[in-house]
Structure formats: structure tokens, C-alpha cells
């Protein structure tokens, strides 16, 4: 429109164009930035969520990138707006853009406190089996949503717009907001493996749940871990459950035929193989069809059970193959059963 009219010749009136397209601009710009309408479309972001707690969370995670989405276009084309009204418009114009931004700051507060307690407050929905929980994949989406407003998020969190829970008076910083609400999700996840029957599975649930995390914010592109302490908390994590697991799972196992002596050996007693066999087997039974879905950490399972009970099974057929007349299983039998678990 600017370049039609300075295109017209209007005689007298010529100089006129720049002031005429000014103010045209410039009742269209205030308009758009009514703080009054745009409070009350903002306050629509605050309204109550859905009941389910997973749609809970994914409304709550887009509504805060609706509100960021707004901060950054009013930011971005706030210099442009300026440039095309009159000069003696631009102090209101800029006045009420930062009033909006405020308003949208305010909401952006108010939503990530809500978020926060929604996932620390909450009781997880019931799960079967150690797949990943739903609440787990709607957190990770959330994540990668405000991932791309990082830039913005650090703003105005830096403006300590956001309260944080558990004496934290502050947010300061995209990265300690994301450490906060992995905190908490931790939390709840460890307290809903509690609702499952075996105590193994309670610990394939957590590996299964943290390595989802971890396995999607890598794909995010974190390249610097060290600003994200979370992710150093959930590897040792990692750690600690495979440790766990192993001994609850396959050190009972293991311990049939470490440093065990032939001349225990009676004929109203089963021998150490018997009774490691038959253990495996229970344990096998049972957990091989328990879901690992990422490879890396299958692979990683299977590989840590194979270093507690192949190593000893070994050296006990290598003292013992004459001596022991039940031994029916060799080690390679026991590498390939282990290949088979965790498929699902």
C-alpha cells in the first residue's frame, strides 16, 4: 500500500502521503496491540485444563508455546512497527508492545508454575509391563517444544518471572528449568514402578523410562551436557538400576555355581548345576518377554547379565564337567537364551 500511494502523484497534497500512511498504519498497529484484548485472549491460556493427565500436560506444554510464539513475533517485528509510524506515535506504540510482552511473560510464569506442579503433585496413571509410561513421552514432547523457544525462555526467566518449587525463589535460565522438571519427573516415575509386582521389572521400568529421555534429548542436539545437570543425574541413574537389577535378578542365579566344590555333592541334594539351571530358567521364564524398546540399552542388559553368570558357569564346567553327571546346558545354550529377552 505505501509503495502504491508513493507511486500516485497528488499535486498539492504529495506531501501529505507520508503522514496519511502513517496514521492508516498506525491505528491498525494499536489496535492490534489493545493490552485489553490481548489480556483477555492470553487469560484464555490460563484457563482450567483437561482432566487426564497426560492431555493435561500436552495442553499445558502448548499453550506455553502459543504464549512464546506470540512474545517472539510482537518482539520481532516490534523495530519494524516503529519504523512505520510518525515519530510522535512510536513512544506509545513501543509502550503498549512492551505492555503486551509483560502480559505474555505474566502467562508464560503462571503456565511453567502450573506445569511444575502438575508433574510433581501428580499420581501416574497405571502402567502394564516396563514400556514407556505415556506421561514419560508428553514431558519429552513438551521438552522439545520449549527447546525451540530456549532463546526467548532464558529471557524472561532471566527477568525471574518464573517461581520454582521447593525454596528455589528463581528460575534463571532454560537449562534449570529443564533440570526442575526432569527432577520431578523422576520422582514420580520412581514412585509409580513401586505399583508394579516384581521388584526386576520395577527397575527395567526406570532403565526403560530414563534412557527414552535421554535417547530424545540427544536427538534435540544437546551439545554441551554440562549446562544440563539432569542428563549426568539420569546416566548415573542408569547405572544404579542396572546394578540393581542385576543383583536382584541374576546374582541369586550366579550364586549356584560360584566357588562352589564338587564334594558338597550328595545324592539326596540336587548339585550346583541343577539348582543353577533351574533358577536360570525361573528368571528366564518370567522376564523374557519383558520390552526394552531401544537397542542400546538391550543390548547393554544382555550383556551385564552375561558378565555375572557365564563367566562363573564356565569356570565351574571347567573344574567339574567329569565330576557333575547333570550338566546339560553348555555356555553357548546360555548366550543364546540371553539374545532372546527383552524383544517384548
Known amino acids: 500500500m505505501r509503495r502504491q500511494l508513493n507511486e500516485q502523484n497528488f499535486g498539492v497534497f504529495d506531501e501529505l502521503k507520508g503522514d496519511y500512511f502513517a496514521k492508516i498504519v498506525e491505528q491498525t498497529i494499536l ?135 521447593e525454596g528455589i525463589h528463581s528460575t534463571k535460565s532454560f537449562s534449570c528449568l529443564i533440570s526442575n522438571l526432569m527432577m520431578h519427573l523422576e520422582s514420580v516415575l520412581e514412585q509409580n514402578s513401586k505399583l508394579l509386582v516384581h521388584r526386576e521389572l520395577q527397575y527395567i521400568f526406570l532403565l526403560n523410562n530414563l534412557q527414552f529421555v535421554l535417547q530424545r534429548v540427544e536427538n534435540l542436539g544437546l551439545k554441551e551436557p554440562t549446562d544440563y545437570d539432569w542428563v549426568v543425574r539420569y546416566q548415573r541413574r542408569i547405572e544404579h538400576y542396572l546394578e540393581e537389577y542385576i543383583e536382584a535378578s541374576w546374582a541369586p542365579v550366579s550364586s549356584h555355581v560360584a566357588d562352589k566344590d564338587s564334594k558338597r555333592f550328595s545324592f539326596w541334594k540336587p548339585s550346583c548345576v541343577q539348582q543353577f539351571t533351574t533358577a536360570f530358567q525361573l528368571v528366564y521364564d518370567i522376564q523374557r518377554h519383558w520390552k526394552v524398546p531401544d537397542p542400546h540399552l538391550r543390548e547393554m542388559l544382555r550383556v551385564s547379565i552375561s558378565k555375572r553368570i557365564v563367566p562363573s558357569y564356565c569356570e565351574y564346567l571347567k573344574k567339574h564337567r567329569k565330576d557333575d553327571m547333570t550338566i546339560r546346558m553348555t555356555a553357548k545354550d546360555l548366550e543364546d537364551l540371553l539374545a532372546e529377552l527383552f524383544e517384548g
Request: hydrophobic content about 45%.
Open 31 to 165: 489496535k492490534l496491540l489493545n493490552v485489553d484484548s490481548m489480556s483477555a485472549a492470553l487469560d484464555r491460556l490460563l484457563e482450567e485444563v483437561p482432566q487426564g493427565l497426560v492431555e493435561c500436560l500436552s495442553s499445558i506444554f502448548l499453550r506455553i508455546g502459543n504464549a512464546l510464539s506470540t512474545h517472539k513475533t510482537i518482539a520481532d517485528a516490534a523495530s519494524t512497527l516503529l519504523e512505520l509510524v510518525s515519530p510522535e506515535s512510536r513512544e506509545p506504540v513501543s509502550i503498549k508492545a512492551e505492555a503486551v510482552q509483560e502480559n505474555v511473560e505474566d502467562v508464560v510464569s503462571r503456565l511453567l508454575d502450573t506445569l511444575t506442579n502438575v508433574i510433581s503433585s501428580s499420581v501416574l496413571p497405571e502402567t502394564e509391563g516396563s514400556d514407556i509410561h505415556p506421561v514419560t513421552r508428553a514431558v519429552v514432547k513438551g521438552i522439545g517444544l520449549l527447546f525451540h523457544h530456549r532463546e526467548i525462555l532464558n529471557l524472561i526467566l532471566a527477568r525471574n518471572c518464573c517461581q520454582a518449587l
